[in-house]
């Protein structure tokens, strides 16, 4: 098999959404003095590549660590849409694609936004799903769904409707996804583990596809 990671590394430079604080890792012991390495991390729930839970948004909802293991793994199918016009994704765009979606348990889309990350138009004006095309896929039954860019809600967006429609659903939401370009049609596995931290609204993920090899002889 071929595994793909998917995730941008966690560090005290790295980029973030406008008003998250930057992590700081520190050490608690250290080899030298004393005799193994231990280190203190404080980060936001929203750092880097994560995943948000329906209590992201909803009072009462499923938190991270009341989602069984099995929520944040499956099947996954990849949609291909950098070479579309700008604007929210359609839910024409959707539908091309509904028989290879419909097969699937996570649905990652591929808009080719990370390519700006560590730039100032990363966090602006990226690809969103309309709504009609956010509720075709809440429809679904999938777990969750993935994308390259920092959100699934426009920037200036105080409301987020897309985000609501889609947890609302009960999908688990993946961000700041990256190294897509590796998957193409092909069929592979999609994990999103997160910390079973108690109550988590959202954590950060180390994302990644697997893809099968088979044996042709």
Not at 15 to 34: A, H, I, M, N, Q
Not at 180 to 199: I, M, N, R, T, W
């Amino acid at each position: 098999m071929r595994i793909v990671d998917l995730s941008h590394p966690i560090s005290p430079a790295m980029p973030l959404w406008p008003g998250t604080p930057r992590p700081e890792f520190s050490d608690l012991c250290t080899v030298g003095r004393d005799g193994f390495g231990e280190r203190w991390l404080q980060l936001s729930s929203h750092t880097g590549t994560h995943l948000d839970a329906p209590a992201h948004l909803f009072d009462g909802a499923a938190t991270l660590d009341q989602l069984d293991v099995s929520h944040f793994i499956g099947k996954g199918a990849l949609l291909d849409l950098r070479q579309t016009e700008a604007g929210p994704v359609s839910l024409d765009r959707v539908l091309a694609s509904r028989e290879r979606i419909g097969q699937a348990e996570f649905l990652l889309l591929h808009t080719g936004w990370s390519r700006f990350w560590g730039r100032d138009e990363y966090n602006r004006d990226y690809p969103v799903l309309s709504p009609e095309a956010a509720a075709r896929l809440a429809g679904l039954g999938l777990k969750g769904i993935g994308i390259d860019a920092p959100s699934f809600d426009e920037a200036d967006s105080e409301v987020l409707p897309i985000h609501r429609r889609l947890l609302r659903a009960g999908f688990v939401l993946i961000e700041n996804l990256t190294g897509l370009e590796p998957l193409g049609d092909s069929d592979f596995f999609f994990s999103a583990l997160p910390l079973p931290v108690s109550g988590a609204e959202a954590c950060p993920v180390r994302a990644v596809a697997v893809i099968p090899s088979f044996d042709t002889e």
